[in-house]
């Protein structure tokens, strides 16, 4: 039980999928403008990765080993999250239209996120079980959700700060960024105790 | 020789299952309306001037959402409400298209009513029924109602409608923004400094 | 009794000692009153006389438009000799509607009658107050009788008469108190019948001794069942909320009224003004105001409603540097634009300014968040936040951070170490928000009427098909029984839906959309209103062309 909580926090704080592996950039620094959409889009990866990993794990457990086609891994992955995403978006949008607003566009933009691919290959590269996948995707979609939303609580100060003409818009926000992933860095220390 | 076989079988039976699967839901989980449109529509003043080019807000409002319209042309809505339209639509800002009109301060229309001959032509034109009068009797303008759209002034035959603007009332008017200071450090050149020291 | 206390505050100098000294006295009558016609809160009174037309002193001259609207009366006799705009004293500098009055110099009274309470409905006490103009007079002139209307099913238990007076150099209150103690105290018993209140509690500031004495020997003579209650002196403990907050420990939220809390909250004046306008039938036609500041002879003068504010000074001997008049005192108050500009039922105060009164304020410096501003805060606030968001028009974020609870105290300005003017930024975030609510109103207004409009159309255009298949139906009969009558049956008569088949009707095309004029002109002939339109264009031809000759002759 005690592995599955170090898979979560390490997931989660330690090796961070934006701040410290620098993984879904894109929608860090493009959907990070103004808190409501980072909720959104927060719950929205949190939601595609965690089915994304479980998915991905099983495809790979019984369809890609046993051929020995481990070659195929990255195009039957993205395959499988890029149905999966859509399949979401449209059964969310019958049942949930509130949801579905609140997800909006995010649900599309997450399929050509690098993240999402990303943790199911650093997943099955690390040889977890099928639960083990499940609370890695989880935890790493926390991760993201995290940095997502306290970055956009910055940017939004930022916005309204004075900060000199030639660092304003993206130029400031990589500063911040750059300042969170080192903020991040130390939480590196943690396993040491 | 095998392992491309089963390679490209089970790409094709992936891609059948999922294509099948996403075919389904699309018909079992299909949805009317778009509330894209609604959000857009509130954001447009509802002037119903059509000087975008569609005939009154909400049809602009649906080709904004089809993307067959840009956000730039409504003219009463001004900046500010490109400014809100863009971020709606996680579009850029662009300043407001002049083919389609330039920003004015808000106005409403008066009718010169020793002028009119009650022809009704006005009232027909009003997309929100703001002009009140019958037929061969003096039509009057409800100023509250008005949205100083002027499809009202080229119907009329004895051009007695004038569009005047809205002056601020104590009620309405808004306290100015105070001045931020400027925090400029004045750069003074270095070879000034010397020559004056020098002199 | 047990008191309690509000978070925040300050101690400002309290400047008050220069002007109680002497008592009120009665200002002269001048030539020319400026009477605003939109003194309250609410709807703006329409005139009720005419240029040229004579009043009396005390006549009404503007009556209350709707519920939230108060009356305005004549301040003196004389002539009506212009309604036109005048400058007001608002920081806007803008005009409004004033009448105009001339006066004659008699002074004469218009007949007054004292009102019967024993034999009136409470309602027609309050449509009384309304049109003898009763406002509150501490400075905020919401009309009194909406104040006296308590919603149903709820009970006022404590009826609070705000004599706290907190803001410096304001005096009026505490002079009224001294000199009128039996009026204040008779129109709070008055105020506390009206609402039938459990218990009516005058709080007074603990720097006005001379006043609460004077308040409680009128109180032992009348035998008053009500509390004069002694407030320690923090500003601002005069605003209704805080004076709530220390008497009862209740705390009202912006967002609601505080009758929800069986609390309801007049100033002395008012509470003196109405007492005055039920006993004697006298209008509020004028009111005590505290001249101080760079003149003379500080003291408060009983003025007139509508005296133009330069006269009213010059009484006060002014410093020959003066080099404006703040209306208010100097947390709250304003420069006024013009000092032309009459005194109206908010002066309480007027501020001769000069240079060297106040010490200029320093530039603003950026905010550093130290948060002197948030311990300030009486409404425990955080102006910081809210400066933060007003500075940068991100005005959706100040809702989180209740902007609409700010009572504009100027607390936070007075500790603020970087000297930013943090009130001005809340009052413009505060207009620009109402400003974009106005607007979202008139805009759902106008999709409402332009919907409704459409759907309109849509409807006659069904009824007339249906009217029109009705007509052929019945033409069809009719042409069967013909042709069975002239043997000539002819399979190509009138299809159903052949628009020409029905000319009575679609000869008037354009009656479909004319819905008013149809309505009222069901057999309005077309081609006569064509002929008075080409009749009427032909009109305005000649008169465009005549006009176009004209100015020709005139520039040859």
């Known amino acids: 039980m005690t592995g599955y909580l170090f898979i979560l926090i390490g997931a989660v704080l330690v090796n961070n999928v934006v701040l410290v592996r620098i993984l879904g950039l894109c929608p860090f620094m493009g959907v990070s403008r103004k808190l409501t959409t980072a909720y959104g889009m927060g719950a929205a990866t949190t939601f595609v990765l965690t089915m994304g990993t479980g998915a991905s794990y099983i495809i790979d457990h019984y369809l890609l080993m046993p051929f020995g086609l481990e070659y195929l891994r990255t195009i039957s992955f993205i395959v499988t999250i890029a149905a999966l995403v859509q399949l979401t978006e449209l059964v969310i949008q019958k049942t949930s239209p509130m949801l579905h607003q609140v997800l909006g566009i995010y649900l599309p933009l997450i399929t050509t996120n690098c993240a999402v691919l990303g943790v199911p290959l650093i997943n099955v590269s690390q040889n977890n079980d099928f639960i083990a996948s499940l609370v890695f995707g989880a935890g790493s979609s926390i991760g993201f959700s995290l940095a997502l939303i306290l970055f956009a609580g910055i940017r939004e100060r930022v916005e309204a700060a004075d900060v000199p003409q030639h660092f304003r818009g993206v130029a400031i926000a990589m500063v911040t960024a750059g300042l969170m992933s080192l903020a991040f860095m130390g939480f590196a220390g943690l396993d040491r105790y | ?199 | 009794m047990k008191l309690f206390s509000f978070k925040g505050g300050i101690k400002p100098d309290p400047n008050k000692t220069q002007s109680t000294v002497l008592p009120i006295a009665q200002a002269p009558l001048t030539s020319r009153y400026i009477v605003p016609l939109h003194q309250s809160v609410g709807g703006t009174p329409r005139p009720t006389v005419q240029v040229g037309e004579r009043v009396l002193k005390g006549q009404r001259i503007g009556e209350a438009d709707g519920w939230i609207s108060a009356a305005v009366h004549a301040p003196t006799s004389g002539t009506v000799v212009e309604i036109g705009p005048h400058i007001i004293p608002h920081p806007s500098g803008l005009a409004t509607d004033c009448v105009v009055i001339e006066a004659d110099g008699r002074d004469a009274w218009i007949e007054r009658t004292p009102f019967d309470l024993d034999q009136a409905e409470p309602d027609a006490v309050r449509d009384y107050l309304r049109d003898m103009g009763i406002v509150g007079l501490g400075g905020a002139v919401f009309p009194s009788h909406v104040k006296l209307s308590v919603p149903r099913g709820k009970q006022v238990e404590q009826l609070i008469i705000n004599g706290a007076e907190c803001e410096p150099f304001i005096t009026c209150d505490d002079r009224l108190m001294r000199e009128q103690a039996t009026e204040v105290v008779q129109g709070s018993l008055l105020f506390g019948r009206l609402l039938n209140a459990g218990k009516v509690l005058i709080g007074i500031e603990d720097n006005k001794p001379e006043a609460i004495a004077a308040l409680k020997e009128a109180q032992q003579q009348l035998e008053a069942p009500l509390e004069i209650v002694t407030v320690p002196t923090i500003y601002p403990t005069g605003g209704a909320k805080e004076l709530i907050r220390v008497l009862t420990g209740k705390e009202v939220p912006g967002s609601r009224r505080s009758t929800d809390f069986g609390v309801q909250v007049f100033n002395v004046a008012t509470v003196q003004s109405a007492w005055r306008a039920i006993t004697y039938g006298e209008p509020l036609i004028s009111r005590i105001v505290t001249i101080s500041g760079a003149v003379g002879e500080a003291r408060n003068w009983s003025v007139p409603i509508g005296m133009p504010i330069n006269v009213l000074v010059k009484l006060a001997q002014p410093r020959t540097d003066m080099d404006g008049v703040i209306m208010g005192g100097p947390m709250m108050g304003f420069r006024i634009p013009a000092t032309a500009a009459p005194v109206i039922k908010a002066t309480n105060s007027l501020i001769v300014h000069a240079p060297g009164l106040f010490p200029p304020k320093p530039a603003e410096l950026p905010c550093i968040r130290c948060g002197s501003c948030a311990q300030a805060c009486p409404q425990e606030l955080q102006p910081f936040e809210l400066y933060w968001w007003s500075r940068s028009a991100k005005f959706e974020k100040l809702e989180n951070y209740k902007l609409f609870d700010c009572i504009e105290c100027g607390c936070c300005d007075f500790v603020c170490p970087s000297h930013i003017p943090l009130v001005n930024y809340f009052r413009f975030a505060k207009s620009e928000i109402l400003a974009e609510q106005r607007e979202q109103q008139i805009a759902d207004a106008a999709r409402e009427r332009h919907e409704f409009r459409q759907e309109r159309a849509e409807r006659e255009k069904r009824e007339k098909a249906e009217r029109l298949a009705k007509a052929n139906a019945a033409r069809k009969a009719e042409g069967k029984d013909l042709s069975a009558a002239a043997l000539s049956p002819s399979p190509k008569t009138a299809p159903a839906n052949d628009p020409d088949a029905a000319p009575d009707i679609s000869s008037h095309p354009d009656q479909a959309s004319t819905p008013i004029s149809m309505d009222n002109h069901p057999v309005l002939d077309a081609t006569a209103k064509q002929a008075a339109i080409l009749a009427a264009t032909e009109r305005a031809r000649l008169k465009r062309e005549k006009h176009a000759g004209k100015s020709r002759d005139t520039t040859h």
Request: glycine share 8%; with cysteine; net charge negative.
């Open chain 2, 1 to 199: 020789m095998d392992g491309i076989l089963y390679a490209i079988a089970i790409m094709a039976l992936g891609g059948v299952v999922l294509g099948a699967l996403l075919g389904y839901a699309s018909t079992r989980f299909k949805v009317e309306g778009d509330p894209l449109v609604d959000k857009i529509d509130s954001i447009l003043p509802q002037t119903q001037c059509g000087q975008c080019g569609f005939p009154g807000c909400r049809p602009y409002a649906e080709a904004i959402a089809k993307d067959e319209a840009d956000i730039n042309q409504c003219p009463p809505g001004g900046d500010e409400n490109i400014h809100k339209l863009a971020e709606l639509l996680g579009k850029e800002y662009k300043p407001l298209s002049e083919e389609h009109g330039i920003e004015k301060p808000k106005q409403v229309a008066i009718i010169d009513e020793k002028v009119c001959i009650g022809c009704t032509l006005c009232i027909q034109a009003c997309p929100v029924d703001a002009i009140i009068g019958a037929a061969k009797q003096m039509h009057t303008i409800a100023e509250d109602l008005c949205t100083g759209c002027e499809l009202c002034i080229p119907p009329c035959p004895v051009e007695c409608i004038h569009m005047v603007t809205v002056v601020d009332t104590p009620d309405t008017w808004k306290w100015q923004k105070p001045g931020t200071a400027s925090r400029v450090i004045p750069i003074i050149p270095v070879m000034a400094t010397i020559q004056s020291e020098h002199a």
